[in-house]
């Protein structure tokens, strides 16, 4: 168990004069504070007191062994030390002050965790030792001044009209005072009362002190008016000033006029017409303030008010704080009603909910309003912003909303984050309905999906579950998962689809995608479209349309098709010089065989190739993955390369190198061919010869043998 003591406040209820010992009651009055675990102690406490000296090597006054029964309120108690009329309390001698050192010394038990004493012992002050007026001579009355009516009384100074009828009363000077209470003081002045006991009245016009050791240091008159300050509770103080009053237990009011401390140790430092009311409350100054909370305070200002219990209002005009620690910095007109609420400032703002913030603003020329009413919400300035669901917040800017739970607004125009979890950075009119749905900007942009996400731009829609806009105009996504990153008039219909930009594209089949450009379609699942008027309407189809401004549309499902009126080219490497071509307007692919591209070039045998293209074999045969079973002729790629050595490896054949061997085995040919016509015209002559041989006159008629 942790106590500790958290505030002293002594007084002897007795003044320097001329005393008698029995007429003055040997009390001393100790007000305290203690916790118990950190949490203010209520209920009935026992305690034990001693006077002793630093260190405590020395007690001269202890109730006894026994504790004394004080009621606790909040951690606060009172208790007259040395009141015999009390279970166990021992009578309080007035030789104790005649040390130089006397402290308290304070054991406490809650019933609970057994006696504890409480740290640091308090040493006393001078009212203490107002003990020692008990020793004092009983004062004649010197003749020519006015006579008391007390023979115990003070003798009085110049004066006339002064009346003491108080046991050891003291009128210093002045006209008409009266000092009516056992020890009172009046020190000069015009119509003052002490009335109760050890009261006192330093000057001044007509003010009263009248509750028990109460004081009022002056005032009461302002040159035109005639003024009374009173003083009316135990150990209330008024400093000055002119109709002012300390109705409670060490209240005070310090000066200004018509103020009023009327609750348990209520403070107005000055000003005009404050009312401090209940225990602890402090006014500071200002006109017209109300601290009617317990533990709250006004520092100035013009007709604020803290009404919640530890409430507070720093300053500025006609300012509330009613919710329990509730606190207004400043400004115009207002509220703080939420328990922990705080309004910073500005004008005519309300923080309602529990823990709500708003920093300022509410003014731009004309009334506005900022109302943070959700728990834990805020807005931080601007005009017409609202924050009334729990944890929201808008940072500023005009007619902004965070109405779903844990939204959030940036600031802007007339934006609304209704979802939960919802964020809009800025721009004007936008609206982010989806839980977590979020835009950052631009212009009446509706954010409806779940997680949906819009950056910016003019009147797009993101309302499908985890969908995004980039940015542009009039774009939608608007099925789950949908993306558009900009352009304009751009739809995303399609769950998973995406159009990249350009104007007037539709994704509407699922996971379909339109890279850019104008009047394209995806429309077949999985489906691409590109450039213009493309129109993918297959699943699974490829369509690429150059700007010829007509319709490129597939035909069936997984097809590739691409218009380019232009040509086509593929290169195989990265400076773009190997590779293929589809001129304009062509029907088969070029392929590159420039000269000056080539090198290490080298003569062949065209009939040694010729002779392994005649040995390779060519057969018919189908593909294994293909479905359809189609039959083609041709050599294997392993006998091919083993043949001729060519192409990456023995898998593939490269359709260049094809028609290489067959050009080359085509000039083996020719070659053999020529080779065959030379043999042949040789026979031919030679057989010619051998007719016209035959024919000769020699040989004509001659039989054969």
């Not at 006696?115 to 009212?127: N, Y």
């Not at 006579?147 to 002064?162: E, F, P, W």
């Not at 533990?295 to 803290?306: D, E, K």
Request: proline residues 1%.
């Amino acid at each position: 168990m942790t106590k500790q003591s958290l505030g002293l406040c002594l007084g002897v209820m007795m003044t320097l004069g001329q005393l008698v010992s029995a007429q003055v009651p040997q009390l001393l009055n100790y007000q305290g504070r203690l916790a118990v675990a950190g949490t203010n102690f209520t209920g009935t406490g026992q305690f034990q007191f001693a006077l002793v000296n630093s260190g405590a090597a020395a007690t001269y006054w202890s109730n006894g062994a026994s504790s004394v029964s004080v009621a606790v309120n909040k951690g606060l108690y009172a208790v007259l030390l040395g009141d015999t009329s009390l279970v166990n309390m021992a009578a309080l001698p007035a030789r104790v002050f005649t040390n130089s050192d006397v402290r308290l010394r304070v054991w406490f038990n809650d019933g609970v965790s057994g006696a504890q004493l409480l740290s640091p012992d308090q040493r006393l002050a001078a009212a203490g030792y107002a003990f020692a007026a008990l020793n004092a001579q009983t004062a004649t009355v010197a003749a020519g001044y006015a006579a008391a009516s007390d023979l115990t009384a003070a003798r009085l100074n110049i004066g006339s009209g002064n009346t003491l009828s108080g046991t050891a009363a003291t009128i210093a000077g002045g006209q008409s005072n009266a000092a009516s209470g056992t020890c009172a003081t009046i020190g000069g002045g015009l119509g003052n009362f002490a009335l109760g006991y050890a009261t006192t009245v330093a000057g001044g016009y007509h003010n009263r002190a009248s509750g028990l050791g109460s004081f009022v240091g002056g005032g009461g008159y302002d040159g035109t008016t005639y003024g009374s300050n009173v003083a009316s509770g135990s150990a209330a103080v008024i400093g000055g000033g002119l109709l002012n009053t300390a109705s409670d237990l060490c209240a005070m009011v310090g000066g200004g006029e018509r103020n009023t401390a009327s609750g348990l140790r209520a403070v107005v430092g000055g000003g005009y017409k404050n009312n401090a009311t209940d225990g602890y409350t402090i006014i500071g100054g200002g006109w017209s303030n109300t601290a009617s909370g317990w533990v709250s305070a006004i520092c100035g200002g013009q007709l604020n008010t803290a009404d919640g219990d530890y409430a507070m209002v720093g300053g500025g005009y006609s300012n509330s704080a009613s919710g329990y620690g509730s606190l207004v910095g400043g400004g115009l007109y207002n509220a703080a009603s939420g328990n922990y609420a705080m309004v910073s400032g500005g004008f005519k703002n309300m923080a309602s909910g529990l823990g709500a913030f708003v920093g300022g603003g509410g003014y731009d020329g004309f009334y506005g309003s900022n109302v943070a009413s959700g728990a834990a919400s805020v807005v931080g300035g601007g005009i017409f912003n609202m924050a009334t669901n729990n944890y929201t917040s808008v940072a500023g800017g005009q007619k902004n909303w965070a109405v779903g739970a844990n939204a959030t607004v940036g600031g802007g125009y007339s934006n609304i984050a209704s979802g939960s979890y919802a964020i809009i950075g800025g721009g004007a009119y936008n609206i982010a309905s989806g839980y977590n749905a979020a835009i950052l900007g631009g212009w009446s942009g509706a954010a409806d999906g779940y997680r949906a996400v819009i950056c910016g731009g003019y009147d797009n829609a993101a309302s499908g579950s985890n969908t995004f806009v980039g940015g542009g105009f009039n774009n939608v996504a608007g099925t789950n998962y949908a993306a558009v990153a900009g352009g304009i008039g751009n739809h995303a219909d399609g769950t998973y689809s995406v159009v990249a930009g350009g104007n007037a594209n539709t994704a509407s089949a699922d996971y379909a995608m339109v890279l850019g450009g104008s009047q394209n379609l995806a429309s077949g699942q999985f489906s691409f479209a590109g450039g213009r008027q493309a129109k993918a309407t297959n699943d699974g189809a490829f369509v690429w349309n150059d700007s010829q401004g007509t319709d490129l549309y597939s035909t069936t499902n997984k097809q590739f098709t691409v218009r380019a009126s232009g040509g086509v080219r593929f290169f195989s490497n990265a400076a773009a010089t190997l590779g293929v071509q589809l001129t304009n307007n062509a029907t088969a692919w070029s392929t590159l065989s420039d000269r000056a591209a080539k090198e290490n070039i080298e003569a062949i045998d065209a009939r040694a190739i010729l002779a392994s293209l005649v040995a390779m074999p060519v057969t018919k045969w189908s593909y294994k993955a293909d479905p359809d079973h189609r039959r083609y002729i041709g050599p294997m790629a392993q006998d091919f390369h083993a043949a001729f050595g060519l192409g990456r490896d023995d898998k593939r054949i490269n359709t260049l190198d094809a028609d290489g061997v067959t050009l080359a085995a085509i000039q083996g040919l020719y070659q053999e061919l020529q080779d065959a016509k030379a043999r042949n015209a040789a026979l031919e002559k030679r057989l010619a010869e051998l007719e016209r041989q035959l024919k000769s006159p020699a040989i004509a008629g001659r039989d054969e043998p």
